[in-house]
């Protein structure tokens, strides 16, 4: 198994563009995350899914959509890109009712937007 | 709402030192909480859960509700344990609040 995967690895965007993340798991979870990651600041939940059709917002969802047509993969769309989006995304599933309720987490992608 | 705190940001030991990194954490519920460990160049994982009571790498970590606390520790550091520690706590939906982290420097 890949667990989860995401692309681009690294990414620098001018101001106004948009992007997609792409993540991807093939672990069969249903739940699916992405957050942010800032310099000193932790992790922040943008938007999360608890099964395909379904998302919701977390903390910070202001400026990204996602959508989750596949249990398999979870694309967090960021459209007019900002310098406030410069960060660290992590995708992260996982299977609540498993061992631990324990989130895999994706490799990241580090965007700049300049 | 709930919180995580992680006061220390960065924390260099000597190895053979002890180590003990704190997370205190505000939360209406009852209190699911991790700690996850990112070594360089290398995702996020998962170290411990308090519900386990398990020790991993020599760390362990003890729930005090009376404190509201989840300190993690380890009697004697080695350099592999170089490494951003983040606390987190499990609430709706399974989701996951973490604090800000802390940056752990064990000196050769």
């Known amino acids: 198994n890949a667990g989860v995967t995401q692309t681009p690895k690294f990414r620098i965007l001018k101001i106004g563009q948009s992007m997609t993340l792409q993540c991807a798991q093939d672990m069969n979870h249903n739940y699916m995350y992405w957050y942010r990651q800032d310099p000193g600041m932790g992790l922040k939940l943008i938007y999360y899914s608890v099964g395909a059709g379904i998302t919701d917002k977390g903390e910070v969802p202001n400026g990204y959509n996602v959508s989750r047509s596949t249990t398999e993969d979870f694309p967090l769309r960021l459209e007019l890109a900002a310098p406030s989006q410069t960060s660290v995304y992590f995708c992260?599933?996982?299977?609540?009712?498993?061992?631990?309720?324990?989130?895999?987490f994706g490799p990241g992608t580090r965007l700049t937007v300049l | 709402a709930q919180r995580v705190t992680q006061p220390e940001k960065l924390l260099s030991v000597f190895k053979g030192a002890p180590v003990e990194l704190k997370c205190n954490y505000s939360?209406?519920?009852?209190?699911?909480l991790f700690w996850y460990v990112q070594y360089s160049r290398q995702r996020l994982q998962l170290l411990l859960r308090h519900i386990s009571r398990e020790s991993i790498k020599g760390f362990t970590a003890d729930l005090n509700k009376g404190e509201t606390s989840f300190h993690l520790k380890k009697p004697f550091a080695q350099e592999e344990d170089s490494a951003m520690y983040y606390c987190?706590?499990?609430?709706?939906?399974?989701?996951?609040?973490f604090g800000k982290g802390n940056q752990v420097v064990v000196i050769p």
């Open positions: 992260a599933s996982s299977y609540p009712g498993a061992t631990y309720n324990e989130q895999f």
């Open positions: 939360y209406s519920g009852s209190p699911e």
């Open positions: 987190a706590l499990l609430y709706g939906n399974n989701r996951l609040a």
